[in-house]
């Protein structure tokens, strides 16, 4: 059974710093690509960014570029999304989920979502 447990949300002033974790269990986890989503109220679940079965290709919505960074570690079954230079536009729900193979960037399983707030 895949598990996916976000943690590291929270309230942040505007500019500040986060960074979210996803620990995952069930399956070999090198196997898949992984993903952040996020959910603002009223609005649809958009993509934030993605990462590769190695970590070595990344892919960033255009209204985090720069600001947000995706990572993972293989051994701790791990993916991570630091996120600076935070605005209010940020506020939502984040989601991890993890990919149907190595490099695909269609999502099978879902975690239940971590709060991020950020007050301006």
């Known amino acids: 059974q895949v598990q996916l447990i976000e943690s590291g949300g929270g309230l942040v002033q505007a500019g500040g710093s986060l960074r979210l974790s996803c620990a995952a269990s069930?399956?070999?986890?090198?196997?898949?690509?992984m993903g952040w989503f996020r959910q603002a109220p009223g609005k649809e679940r958009e993509f934030v960014a993605s990462?590769?079965?190695?970590?070595?290709?990344?892919v960033y919505a255009d209204s985090v570029k720069g600001r947000f960074t995706i990572s993972r570690d293989n051994a701790k079954n791990t993916v991570y999304l630091q996120m600076n230079s935070l605005k209010s536009e940020d506020t939502a729900v984040y989601y991890c989920?993890?990919?149907?193979?190595?490099?695909?960037?269609?999502?099978?399983?879902w975690g239940q979502g971590t709060q991020v707030t950020v007050s301006s």
């Open positions: 990462i590769n079965w190695s970590g070595g290709s990344t």
């Open positions: 989920a993890r990919a149907y193979g190595r490099r695909s960037r269609e999502y099978e399983h």
């Open positions: 069930g399956g070999t986890f090198s196997n898949y690509a």
